[in-house]
DNA sequence: TCTGGGGTCCTAGGACCC
DNA sequence: TCTGGGGTCCTAGGACCC
């Protein structure tokens, strides 16, 4: 059997931790930039936020109804999620950590196990432990478990947060329960075809045949497909490590001038680099665009990317925020107003092994150079030590309504007052 | 005025090889 | 009129996820 134990409202829940004053009050959390709604507890939901909401066009209501509003704190739901996680791998040697807020546990050898009892233990702990709300699907597939999942999330009182689907008569139900554009896997494009064609539940999807299925949805859909009758075809994963890693953000503004894009590009180049040696990797190409506001259709538009080749695999800050500028030198046009770009940086290898090219070398001196300002900006906060072409201000985001990081900056720590 | 960020996998088609 | 057969590798784009 497979779990899938997904955390309730995640980021909104991880605000509420801190802030007991918030329960049973409507709370949502904002993107960067504070842009759209991407967490809403309950009580948000109930108001009739949508998920992606802009936060512009919803201003009345929350002042309306008293909603809470946070700027997203990802450094707080990061290290809440690790708490969770790793009091969830206690309860199973084999998982799998599918997203911030979500986990597969896999129940082998389990057989003389209530693993209705064994979930309510899950929920308990991680709220005792963390204060995080939990919800629970257990079934004999991943996507099954998806699905139960669902259920215990839409019927909290009567399943009390944990759903099971152990045999043929509650996985069929769910299925006819569950509609087609709800199951995990299945977008919109496939949902609509899906829906013109009379399929309208989880179930009638199951009833198609393999060929329909394969020639609609390719493999992926078929496997989907099978994993859903209650053969197992999705296996838990094992953690791997990043096949491209995206540093992409929307300005505060809109940007015209190249000193301003250069030093954009710069940074997301360093953090890019950043995040491969946390990994041991380099990269072997990298990727830069630029975005116009898609949402002024009556400014002029120009989202031109490009992909270049790097002659040798580098994590290097320098060489990497090299490479970008001249990738963005290529691109860039003057006379447009640029909100949003990002370095994508690909075809990683292991840093270790890297493999040489016969007429241009990485610069070794980079390797040491890179480990110190590692160690300096761990001890003294992140781009103390910086390249002269990056800003000062590093986080160039609209966060006007950010909580305090409590758990990971001893300075931001909650204050108790007797 | 304002509209997020970061990933994965699969396939078709083009370019190339002998 | 008629123009082989069998491969590999790479990339862009589409679909999906949270």
Not at 57 to 65: D, I, S
Not at 149 to 158: F, M, W
Not at 363 to 369: F, M, S, T, W
Request: charge should be positive.
């Amino acid at each position: 059997m497979f779990a899938l134990v997904d955390c309730n409202n995640f980021y909104a829940s991880c605000e509420r931790v801190f802030r007991p004053d918030l329960k049973g009050k409507p709370v949502v959390v904002l993107s960067n930039n504070d842009g759209c709604v991407i967490a809403r507890s309950n009580e948000a939901k109930a108001l009739g936020i949508p998920m992606g909401a802009p936060a512009f066009e919803y201003e009345k209501l929350f002042e309306q109804h008293q909603v809470q509003v946070f700027s997203a704190n990802f450094e707080l739901y990061g290290d809440m999620s690790n708490r969770v996680m790793n009091i969830l791998s206690e309860f199973s040697p084999e998982i799998e950590i599918y997203s911030i807020d979500e986990c597969f546990l896999r129940f082998d050898g389990f057989t003389n196990f209530n693993l209705q009892d064994y979930g309510q233990q899950m929920r308990h702990r991680v709220m005792k432990w963390t204060g995080i709300p939990i919800s629970i699907g257990i079934a004999p597939t991943k996507s099954l478990a998806k699905v139960a999942n669902r259920i215990a999330k839409k019927y909290p009182q009567e399943t009390q947060g944990v759903y099971l689907i152990d045999n043929e008569k509650k996985r069929i139900k769910a299925l006819q329960w569950l509609k087609v554009e709800d199951i995990w896997g299945i977008g919109k494009q496939h949902s609509l075809r899906l829906s013109s064609m009379g399929i309208k539940t989880a179930y009638d999807f199951t009833q198609l045949d393999d060929t329909t299925v394969r020639k609609l949805m390719t493999i992926v859909g078929l496997r989907l497909k099978h994993d859903l009758q209650g053969n197992p075809v999705l296996e838990l994963e094992e953690p791997s490590i990043k096949k491209n890693i995206a540093t992409t953000r929307s300005f505060e503004s809109s940007y015209t001038e190249w000193e301003q894009l250069r030093e954009r590009i710069a940074t997301f180049a360093v953090l890019c680099a950043e995040k491969l040696r946390k990994q041991n990797s380099c990269c072997n190409a990298l990727l830069v665009f630029l975005r116009t506001n898609k949402h002024r259709k009556d400014l002029p538009q120009y989202n031109p990317s490009i992909n270049i080749k790097l002659p040798f695999p580098t994590n290097s800050n320098i060489e990497l925020a090299s490479f970008a500028t001249q990738a963005l030198k290529l691109i860039f046009k003057p006379g447009y107003a640029y909100k949003k770009a990002g370095v994508i940086v690909q075809d990683l290898s292991q840093a270790d092994y890297s493999q040489g090219s016969l007429f241009e070398k990485r610069n070794e001196r980079h390797i040491p150079l890179m480990q110190v300002i590692d160690k300096i900006n761990n001890i003294y906060g992140q781009q103390k030590v910086r390249l002269a072409t990056q800003d000062k201000r590093i986080w160039k985001m609209k966060q006007a309504y950010r909580s305090p990081r409590y758990t990971t900056h001893l300075n931001e720590i909650l204050t108790i007052q007797v």
